[in-house]
């Protein structure tokens, strides 16, 4: 898997829109971008994910740069709920394997 | 949605003693399912692969002979650590890729291991 960076944490007021970065400069052509959540003590959970073109379903937007090195994800009204670790980790869809990373600590504050 | 369960939540228990988590799908059927280890404070981090009536796939350093892994149908794997120690004390999750899904894993709630 190609690794990627994240910065470790990141506060957001309630009510607006968390963009979350995420790097993965040595992504290959077949690799694609799956962003999970992990709140408290909780198994983690599948939000969003795409190969190259911006993808939305009810819960997040995920934008990918057109060279494919980066992303964010953006969680549009972060609720107080929404605080957890984000982790943004690229997988072929060969392997099966997730390598969850340090991700990053999400604290949404009223 | 795919669910997975884990049981149990939370498990107490003396040090020699060996402990059974079981990992279902409940609502689809699972080809693979993998089972994690997370360290407070610490990422989660993989530690084998099982298919269902084949032998699990270890990840380097994990133990085969401590943490038993069998995958006895396409909707339950259990995970049993045997002979626990306190440093065994751990949440474990697992996770289960449905089987004509090619992209989402998805995940038990976990269980909580303490061993006194």
């Known amino acids: 898997d190609a690794k990627t960076t994240q910065p470790p944490s990141m506060d957001c007021a309630e009510g607006r829109a968390a963009n979350l970065p995420c790097n993965h400069s040595t992504i290959s052509g077949n690799e694609y971008v799956y962003w999970y959540r992990q709140i408290h003590s909780q198994g983690p959970q599948y939000i969003i994910h795409g190969l190259k073109n911006n993808e939305t379903n009810e819960m997040a937007s995920l934008i990918i740069t057109e060279d494919r090195k980066s992303s964010t994800l953006i969680l549009p009204h972060a609720t107080l709920r929404d605080t957890a670790v984000y982790y943004c980790?690229?997988?072929?869809?060969?392997?099966?394997?997730?390598?969850f990373g340090a991700g990053t600590t999400v604290t949404v504050r009223a | 949605g795919a669910v997975v369960s884990q049981h149990p939540s939370w498990v107490i228990c003396k040090s020699g003693t060996s402990v059974k988590i079981e990992c279902r799908s409940l609502?689809?059927?699972?080809?693979?399912m993998f089972w994690y280890r997370q360290f407070p404070k610490q990422s989660l981090m993989l530690m084998a692969t099982s298919n269902e009536g084949s032998k699990a796939t270890y990840e380097q350093g994990v133990e085969k002979d401590k943490f038993l892994i069998n995958h006895a149908s396409l909707t339950l794997s259990t995970l049993t650590v045997t002979s626990a120690h306190p440093e065994d004390s751990s949440f474990y999750i697992c996770?289960?890729?449905?089987?004509?899904?090619?992209?989402?894993?998805?995940f038990g709630p976990g269980t909580r291991l303490t061993v006194t």
């Open positions: 996770s289960a890729r449905a089987r004509l899904a090619a992209y989402e894993q998805y």
């Open positions: 609502d689809f059927q699972a080809t693979t």
């Open positions: 980790i690229v997988r072929s869809p060969s392997d099966y394997k997730l390598s």
